[in-house]
C-alpha cells in the first residue's frame, strides 16, 4: 500500500516505545476496547503490551480458531471491526478459517500475529509459517511489518481497508523483533490510499429507471442481503418497501435486515427458505436485489432463477455486479445511499403508490399452503420446536448464533427476527464450530443483550474448549445443543442421495446406541458451567426460561429424533420445480403448478 500520510495532521510522542507497545497504542487509538488474543513465544511482547493497556479487554479464548471466531461474532454483533491475534506458525494457521469465514461473510476483522525474527524469514525456523502468502486469497489486504517506524500507518491503514467499501478482514503479521524495538511513533490522522475502492453513489438517472421499473411491474419482489447490514441499512429499505408496498425476501444474511412479522416480509430465499418465499422470486417479473452477491444457495440453477424477471441489482462492489447473475439494471453504489435517495425521489415525485393487489393475494396463498410447519409428537422434543418456543419466549429480541448444519437452517426458519445482527451464522463459508464462540464475541460487545447459542452435537463439540473462557471470563451466553447423534445434514443428504447408507454420520457410542454420547452435562459441570438435559415435550419450555433466566452461561442439552429433515429442500442444481416439501415417509413431493386464488 502507498504511504502518503499527512505529516501536518500528524502528532509525535516525546519517548520512545517498544512497537509491541506501539501497535496496542495504535489499536487504542482506533477505538478497540476489546482483543481476543492467545499468546505464544513470538506474540508474548504483544501480550505484555496488552497488560499496560487500560481501554482494552483482552480474552483468552482456548484455541484460536475460537478467538477467531469470537472476533467474528463480535463484530457482526456490533457492527465495528474484531481483533484477534495469535502466535507465528501453528498460532497463526488455527486462525485462518475464522478468518476465512469473515472474508466470506464481509465482516470487518483484523488478525495479528508474532512472526519469527526478521533474519529468520525463510529459514524454516521453529514455529515459521508464511503468513503472508497463506492469507492473500481470505483477506482485503496481508502486511507484513519489517520496520518499526510503519506499525502506526499500518494499523491505520488496516482499519480503514476493513470498513472501507464492502468491509472484510485484514491481516497484520509482525516479527518478534520488530516488536521489541524501540522508536518514536508517528502517529498518522489518516492515510490515503488511492488504491482503495469506497463507497460510489448512484446517479439519479439509475435510480429513476428503477422507480419506472416498479410503475410497469405488476409482480415486483424486493431481495436483501447482508449487505443491507453491513451498510446500517435497514431503516432505509423498511421505508422503501413501505412506501412502494412491495414484498420483501433476504439472504440468510440478509436476516433481520427486514422485520419478519411485517406484513410484506417473505422471510428468506433459498435451498432451506420457505417454498412461498422461493415461488415468488420465481414467478416475479421485478426482482430490486439489494446487497447480495447471487450465492449458489440461493439461486440453486442459475440460470432457472427469476428467469421471469427483470433484475435490478444495487451492490457496493462492482466485482458482484454481473458477476453470479447477469441482470439487467446493474446499480454501483453504497447501499443505504441507494435507499434514502430512492426514498427522497419517492418523496419529492408525488408518486401514487401501486399496491399490487394480486400479487399480494397471490403471495398470501402461497403462505397458506406451504407454511413453514413440523408435525409435533407428544413422545419426543421436536428440533424445529426448540428454536419456536425459544422464538416466543424472546419475542424475536435474543441474538441468535448458530454452528452449521441442520439446526442452522432450524433457527432461521423458526425464530422470527425482527432487528439486524441478530442473527450470527457462517454462511458462506459454512464452518462448523462457529456458534458458540461467535456467541461469546457477541455476548461481549453487546453485555445487555440475550444471546444464544441454537448448535448441533457435532458442530458444538468443534469448540467446546470455550466453555472455559466463557466460565473464567464471566460470559454469561447460553447454549442450545439440539442433539441427535448426528451429523444431521449430512445424514440428510445420506437419506437423499445415498440410499440412507451412512458414511461416518453417527457421533455416538456404537457400542451402545441407547446411552447418549458424551454426557454434556457432566462435560460443563468440568468447566464449572451450568447445564441440563431434557428429553421429553413438558419440559422444554421450562428448561428454556430457566436457561434465559440465568445470569451466567449455561448449557440446555435437548435430546432430538435423528429422523428429521430441513424441509423445504431444493435439491443442489436443481429449480423451484423440485422443490421437496415432504418427508420421505410420505413421498418426496415437489412443488408444481399455481396455487388457485
Known amino acids: 500500500m502507498k504511504n502518503n500520510q499527512s505529516t501536518a495532521a500528524a502528532k509525535q510522542t516525546s519517548s520512545t516505545l517498544s512497537g509491541a507497545d506501539i501497535l496496542v497504542r495504535a489499536l487504542e487509538r482506533e477505538g478497540v476496547d476489546t482483543v481476543f488474543a492467545y499468546p505464544g513465544g513470538n506474540s508474548m511482547l504483544f501480550h505484555q503490551a496488552l497488560t499496560r493497556s487500560k481501554p482494552i479487554r483482552t480474552i483468552l479464548p482456548r484455541h484460536e480458531q475460537g478467538g477467531a471466531f469470537m472476533a467474528g461474532g463480535y463484530a457482526r454483533a456490533s457492527g465495528k471491526v474484531g481483533v484477534c491475534m495469535a502466535t507465528s506458525g501453528p498460532g497463526a494457521t488455527n486462525l485462518i478459517t475464522g478468518v476465512a469465514d469473515a472474508f466470506m461473510d464481509s465482516i470487518p476483522l483484523i488478525a495479528i500475529t508474532g512472526q519469527v525474527t526478521r533474519s529468520m524469514i525463510g529459514k524454516t525456523g521453529f514455529q515459521e509459517t508464511d503468513v503472508y502468502g497463506m492469507t492473500v486469497p481470505i483477506v482485503k489486504h496481508s502486511y507484513l511489518v519489517m520496520d518499526v517506524n510503519d506499525i502506526p500507518r499500518v494499523v491505520k491503514e488496516a482499519f480503514k481497508i476493513a470498513t472501507t467499501g464492502r468491509p472484510g478482514p485484514v491481516w497484520i503479521d509482525v516479527p518478534k523483533d520488530v516488536q521489541a524495538a524501540r522508536t518514536r511513533p508517528v502517529w498518522p490522522a489518516d492515510v490515503d490510499l488511492p488504491g482503495l475502492v469506497g463507497h460510489a453513489k448512484a446517479g439519479d438517472d439509475a435510480l429513476l429507471e428503477l422507480l419506472a421499473l416498479v410503475e410497469k411491474s405488476a409482480r415486483p419482489l424486493l431481495h436483501a442481503g447482508g449487505g443491507v447490514i453491513s451498510a446500517n441499512a435497514a431503516g432505509e429499505l423498511k421505508k422503501f418497501a413501505e412506501a412502494t408496498h412491495i414484498p420483501v425476501s433476504t439472504t440468510l444474511m440478509g436476516v433481520g435486515a427486514f422485520p419478519e412479522t411485517h406484513p410484506l416480509a417473505c422471510k428468506w430465499l433459498g435451498m432451506h427458505g420457505p417454498a412461498y418465499a422461493n415461488r415468488a422470486a420465481d414467478d416475479c417479473d421485478l426482482l430490486i436485489a439489494v446487497g447480495v452477491r447471487f450465492s449458489d444457495r440461493v439461486t440453486s440453477k442459475v440460470s432457472e432463477f427469476a428467469k421471469r424477471a427483470t433484475i435490478v441489482h444495487i451492490e457496493t462492489d462492482a466485482a458482484e455486479l454481473n458477476k453470479n447473475k447477469v441482470v439487467q439494471l446493474p446499480i454501483l453504489s453504497d447501499v443505504k445511499y441507494a435507499l434514502r435517495r430512492l426514498n427522497e425521489l419517492i418523496r419529492k415525485g408525488g408518486r401514487q403508490r401501486k399496491d399490487f393487489p394480486a400479487w399480494h393475494k397471490k403471495i398470501a396463498a402461497w403462505k397458506r399452503a406451504y407454511p413453514l410447519r413440523y408435525r409435533a409428537r407428544p413422545d419426543v422434543i421436536m428440533p424445529q420446536q426448540v428454536v419456536a418456543e425459544l422464538s416466543k419466549l424472546t419475542r424475536g429480541d435474543a441474538i441468535i448464533s448458530t454452528g452449521v448444519g441442520q439446526h442452522q437452517m432450524w433457527a432461521a426458519q423458526f425464530y422470527d427476527y425482527v432487528r439486524p445482527r441478530t442473527y450470527l451464522s457462517s454462511l458462506g463459508l459454512g464452518a462448523m464450530g462457529f456458534g458458540y464462540p461467535a456467541a461469546l464475541g457477541a455476548q461481549v460487545a453487546r453485555p445487555g443483550a440475550q444471546v444464544v447459542d ?51 454420520t453417527y457421533l455416538g457410542d456404537h457400542a451402545d446406541r441407547g446411552k447418549m454420547y458424551p454426557d454434556y452435562v457432566t462435560i460443563c459441570a468440568g468447566f464449572g458451567v451450568k447445564a441440563e438435559q431434557v428429553s421429553k415435550p413438558a419440559d422444554l419450555v421450562p428448561a428454556l426460561k430457566r436457561m434465559l433466566a440465568a445470569r451466567e452461561p449455561y448449557v440446555l442439552d435437548v435430546l432430538v429424533p435423528e429422523t428429521e429433515h430441513v424441509l423445504p429442500m431444493i435439491p443442489a442444481g436443481t429449480s423451484v420445480r423440485e422443490t421437496i416439501l415432504e418427508p420421505m415417509a410420505g413421498g418426496a413431493a415437489r412443488l408444481t403448478g399455481d396455487i388457485p386464488g
Open 454 to 504: 441454537i448448535d448441533g452435537d457435532g458442530s458444538f463439540m468443534m469448540n467446546v474448549q470455550e466453555l472455559a473462557t466463557a466460565a473464567i471470563e464471566k460470559i454469561p451466553a447460553k447454549v442450545i445443543i439440539i442433539n441427535n447423534q448426528y451429523l444431521g445434514m449430512v445424514m440428510q443428504w445420506e437419506d437423499r442421495f445415498f440410499a440412507s447408507n451412512r458414511g461416518h
